[in-house]
């Protein structure tokens, strides 16, 4: 109960069953860039009540749960009874087990393997699932009553991209905005055609 935060070194591939469950005072957990971590066992963090974050430790994806791109399995039970407020499960991931999320929160996820397997109760009925139209994960919506959306440009920015930091993201929303030289070439090149015009 001691334990508030932990951070899980570049080398480490799994994070066994039980491993961190049952620890009321845990809130956050970081991996180091180049994390090789492949799969998070059974109820790993189960009964974690305040646990809210998951993100890599040089990004700024506070309040996310955004796992190494490199995580193939996330097992049954293994986030039972946090409290995430949104989850993006990179496109390695091919299975998350049984009631690995069950919870009552409410929160958003986004999974971009169009073939992932789903467990029975993996996410609680007030869930947004973003996935793609005919992906697996959108089957699993249809079937269990959840919101589905489809994964936009606009879904990605909102919810984070494979560990991109907000500095990112808005480096990239900038990236599409008119330099002011830009703009005042575009107004010299209006007032060149208006003049031939009245010519």
């Known amino acids: 109960n001691n334990i508030t935060s932990v951070n899980i070194p570049a080398s480490v591939m799994i994070i066994d069953e039980y491993a961190f469950s049952d620890c009321g005072?845990?809130?956050?957990?970081?991996?180091?860039?180049q994390s090789q971590l492949t799969s998070?066992?059974?109820?790993?963090?189960?009964?974690?009540?305040?646990?809210?974050?998951?993100?890599?430790?040089?990004?700024?994806?506070?309040?996310k749960f955004n796992f190494p791109e490199g995580l193939t399995t996330i097992s049954g039970y293994a986030f039972q009874s946090t409290t995430p407020k949104e989850?993006?499960?990179?496109?390695k991931c091919g299975q998350?087990?049984?009631?690995?999320?069950?919870s009552d929160s409410a929160f958003s996820v986004?999974?971009?393997?169009?073939?992932?397997?789903?467990?029975?109760?993996?996410?609680?009925?007030?869930?947004?699932?973003?996935?793609n139209p005919g992906s697996s994960a959108a089957q699993y919506a249809g079937d269990n009553g959840n919101t589905c959306n489809p994964i936009t440009d606009e879904s990605k920015q909102s919810d984070g991209e494979s560990g991109?930091?907000?500095?990112?993201?808005?480096?990239?929303?900038?990236?599409?905005?008119?330099?002011?030289?830009?703009?005042?070439?575009?107004?010299k090149d209006m007032e060149?055609?208006?003049e031939e015009e009245e010519k």
């Open 25 to 33: 005072n845990l809130t956050k957990l970081t991996y180091e860039g």
């Open 87 to 91: 989850v993006i499960i990179p496109e």
């Open 164 to 187: 991109e930091s907000g500095e990112q993201a808005n480096a990239g929303d900038s990236a599409g905005e008119t330099s002011e030289p830009e703009k005042e070439q575009d107004n």
């Open 110 to 131: 986004i999974i971009y393997n169009n073939n992932i397997v789903i467990g029975d109760g993996a996410f609680p009925g007030t869930t947004i699932i973003y996935a």
């Open 96 to 102: 998350i087990g049984d009631n690995a999320f069950e």
């Open 40 to 63: 998070i066992g059974l109820g790993a963090f189960s009964l974690d009540y305040a646990f809210s974050e998951f993100y890599q430790a040089d990004a700024e994806d506070g309040g």
């Open 192 to 194: 060149e055609e208006k």
